[in-house]
C-alpha cells in the first residue's frame, strides 16, 4: 500500500522556467512533510520541509504547497537551473516517526 | 556537520555469503540510524530502526535473521546480510538521527550498492 505517491516518474523542464514536482498522500495521520534531492549512487540530501499546520514555506528558489484537504503537495523550484537535475523524494512523517518515502521524480533540466 | 558515511560504497558476492555493511555518524552522536532498501525505480523501504545499545526494530516483512543491525555505538551501526540471494541485489542506504535532532531530522548516507551473483 504506497501511502505516498509520485505519479509522474520524469519530468523535463526548461532551464529558467518552473519546475513543480507533485506528491500525493493518502494517511491523514501525517503531519510533517520533506522534499529530498538525489544524485544516482548518493544517498538524498534534504532540501525543503513543511508542517500540516502551514500551506507554504519557501526558502530561495524553492516553496513548498501543503493543500491537506486535498492531501496532495508540491514542490516549485524557479527559475530551473541545470545543477536542479536529480530524483526528487516526497516524503511524510506520522506519529510513528518514520520517513515514508513516495516513488520519486526524475527532473531534468535542459539547456 | 551532520556527515554519514556507508562502507563499502559497492560490494559484489557470491549467493550464501554475508555482507556488512557499516554506516558512520562522521560529525555527530546518532542515537537512532535507520537502514533502507531501494529497488530500481522505486521508493526508499524502511527496514529497520536501531537505537544505541538496543535491539533494532523491523518493519514488517523484513526478516530480521536475515538482515541482522547492531547499533554498538553512537557512530557506528552495521547491517549485515546473511546468506546473501540474489534477490537481496539493492540499494541500501542509512540515515542517522541525533541526540540534539529534532524527530524530523535524519541525515542519510551515500548508500551501498549490493550485487550478489
Known amino acids: 500500500d504506497q501511502q505516498v505517491k509520485q505519479n509522474s516518474p520524469s519530468l523535463s523542464v526548461q532551464e529558467g522556467r518552473i519546475s513543480i514536482l507533485n506528491c500525493d498522500y493518502t494517511n491523514s495521520m501525517f503531519d510533517y512533510f520533506l522534499w529530498y534531492k538525489k544524485y544516482p549512487a548518493e544517498g538524498p540530501t534534504f532540501l525543503i520541509s513543511?508542517?500540516?499546520?502551514?500551506d507554504k514555506n519557501e526558502d530561495g528558489r524553492f516553496t513548498v504547497f501543503l493543500n491537506k484537504s486535498a492531501k496532495h503537495l508540491s514542490l516549485h523550484i524557479v527559475p530551473s537551473q541545470p545543477g536542479d537535475s536529480a530524483v526528487y523524494f516526497c516524503a511524510a512523517l506520522g506519529g510513528a516517526q518514520k520517513l515514508v518515502f513516495g516513488q520519486g521524480t526524475r527532473l531534468t533540466i535542459n539547456p | 556537520g551532520a556527515v554519514v558515511s556507508q562502507h563499502p560504497s559497492r560490494v559484489i558476492c557470491k549467493s550464501g555469503t554475508s555482507v556488512k555493511i557499516e554506516c558512520r555518524s562522521l560529525d555527530f552522536q546518532a542515537t537512532t540510524m535507520f537502514w533502507y532498501r531501494q529497488f530500481p525505480k522505486q521508493s526508499l523501504m524502511l527496514m529497520a530502526t536501531?537505537?544505541?545499545?538496543?535491539?533494532?526494530?523491523?518493519e514488517q516483512g523484513v526478516e530480521k535473521d536475515k538482515f541482522l543491525i547492531n547499533h554498538a555505538s553512537l557512530t557506528l551501526s552495521t547491517l549485515t546480510v546473511t546468506s546473501a540471494h540474489p534477490e537481496d541485489s539493492s540499494f541500501y542506504i542509512c540515515?542517522?538521527?541525533?541526540?540534539?535532532?529534532?524527530?524530523?531530522?535524519?541525515?542519510f548516507g551515500p548508500g551501498t550498492r549490493l550485487t550478489v551473483l
Open positions: 513543511i508542517s500540516s499546520i502551514k
Open positions: 536501531s537505537n544505541e545499545g538496543s535491539k533494532a526494530t523491523y
Open positions: 540515515s542517522a538521527r541525533g541526540s540534539a535532532s529534532s524527530y524530523n531530522e535524519q541525515f
